[in-house]
Each structure stands twice: as structure tokens, then as C-alpha cells.
């Protein structure tokens, strides 16, 4: 039971190049969510999926694009990335339930030059 | 709107010792529940503890404690007899609970340092 994996650890871009994060749970969660952390400001969510098919925005989307074909998958895909896009990227997941504990992955390190 | 506050940027307390990480939170929703997450330096977070807006006892989950004050909208973490690997920055967090799988909202943080 790996829990909660992201894909990959570490990232450098340039700016304009894209790419896409990936975030796999096996704990079968309905609920999972894309998060970023940036020195000071805690974590702020960026998007969010309720169940397969299904996302959502959240509080920071712009320059984001997120997709959830699979229950088990979330990936977070960056377009043109952006200097400000530098920051540490955490996928959670969550049951659906009233406590409803969000578990989070390892984080992924994106540096954008 | 949902805030958390959390006013120690860092807090020092020696090995053995308990110590309080403070946090304050609005809402206007009546059913919510409130997070603690630990992030040590490797970077990963860690769920350590929660509390239902609803519920009666304060939750304890071994040496965490969580010393919740609803009319003071204050959820402090209490952790007794501190141990070196405590170092880390703590974070508190809230959901509103009135439609599920809503997104946390995370405190700043308090970085906790233990020293021997």
C-alpha cells in the first residue's frame, strides 16, 4: 500500500515549456486535490476532482490544467510555465466522509528559469 | 469567509518539555473540522490530528492534544514531552464540513524547534 505517489520528485523548466505532474493513490479515495506551497504562504489548492471525470477549480487555477481519467490518477499539467510557477507541488487524496482526512503525497519540486 | 491564523512563526521548547502551537479560525459554517499537519524537513505532510466542530471531547491522539475552544474559535495544539524528531513546521488546518471533499485551509505555519 504506497499510499499517495507523485511523479516526479524534482522539476527544472524553462519558461514557456510545459509539463505534466502526476499524482497516484491505491487507498480507492473519490476525492483528490492539487495543492502548492510557497515559502510563507502555507498551502493553497489549486484544483480538485470529486470522483472520476470530474474537477474542479480552486483557490490559485490560472496557468493550470488538471484532468482525472482514472479514480486512481490526478495530473496537474502546466501549459507555458511561468517563473512564478516555481514552488513545491503536493497532491492529497480523500475518502468521502465527514472527517474526511486528506493524505498527502511526497511533493514534487518545480523550478521554472 | 474561512481564515486560519496562526501567530508564532517559530516556537523553541527543550527535549521533555510540552509546548502549545496556537491557531485561531473563522467560519461561518457550524460544522467544520479542524487539521493539524506536521512537515518536517524532508518535506512530506503528515496528518496528526482532528476535531469535529461538533465534537465534545477534545481529541487526543498520544502525546498530540488538541485544545479546542469553540466560543474562542481557537484549536491549539498541545504536544507533551517533546522529542528532538518533533523539529519540524506545523500546520493547521480547516475544512467546512457542510459538502464533502471541500479543500483545506492552511494556516501559515509555526516551526518548531526542540533542543536537547
Known amino acids: 500500500n504506497a499510499g499517495v505517489t507523485q511523479t516526479p520528485k524534482f522539476r527544472v523548466l524553462k519558461t514557456g515549456q510545459s509539463m505534466t505532474l502526476l499524482c497516484a493513490q491505491d487507498?480507492?479515495?473519490?476525492?483528490m486535490y492539487w495543492y502548492r506551497q510557497d515559502p510563507g504562504m502555507g498551502l493553497r489548492l489549486i484544483h480538485y476532482s470529486v470522483g472520476e471525470g470530474t474537477t474542479a477549480k480552486g483557490e490559485v487555477p490560472d496557468g493550470y490544467n488538471v484532468s482525472r481519467l482514472k479514480k486512481q490518477n490526478f495530473l496537474l499539467g502546466l501549459e507555458s510555465a511561468a517563473p512564478s510557477q516555481t514552488s513545491v507541488y503536493f497532491c492529497?487524496?480523500?475518502?468521502?466522509?465527514?472527517?474526511?482526512?486528506?493524505?498527502f503525497g511526497p511533493g514534487t519540486r518545480l523550478t521554472v528559469l | 469567509a474561512q481564515k486560519i491564523t496562526q501567530t508564532q512563526p517559530g516556537m523553541f521548547v527543550q527535549e521533555k518539555e510540552a509546548v502549545t502551537l496556537d491557531c485561531t479560525y473563522d467560519t461561518s459554517d457550524p460544522s467544520y473540522g479542524l487539521f493539524w499537519y506536521k512537515q518536517p524537513s524532508s518535506g512530506e505532510m503528515i496528518f496528526l490530528i482532528y476535531q469535529g466542530s461538533y465534537d465534545q471531547q477534545n481529541a487526543t491522539e498520544g502525546r498530540y492534544s488538541l485544545n479546542f475552544q469553540k466560543a474562542r474559535k481557537s484549536a491549539n495544539l498541545v504536544i507533551s514531552a517533546s522529542q528532538l524528531g518533533d523539529s519540524a513546521m506545523y500546520f493547521c488546518?480547516?475544512?467546512?464540513?457542510?459538502?464533502?471533499?471541500?479543500?483545506?485551509?492552511f494556516g501559515k505555519g509555526t516551526t518548531l524547534s526542540v533542543s536537547s
Open positions: 492529497a487524496s480523500s475518502y468521502f466522509g465527514s472527517t474526511d482526512t486528506q493524505y
Open positions: 488546518a480547516m475544512r467546512e464540513l457542510r459538502q464533502a471533499g471541500t479543500a483545506l485551509i
Open positions: 487507498m480507492n479515495h473519490e476525492y
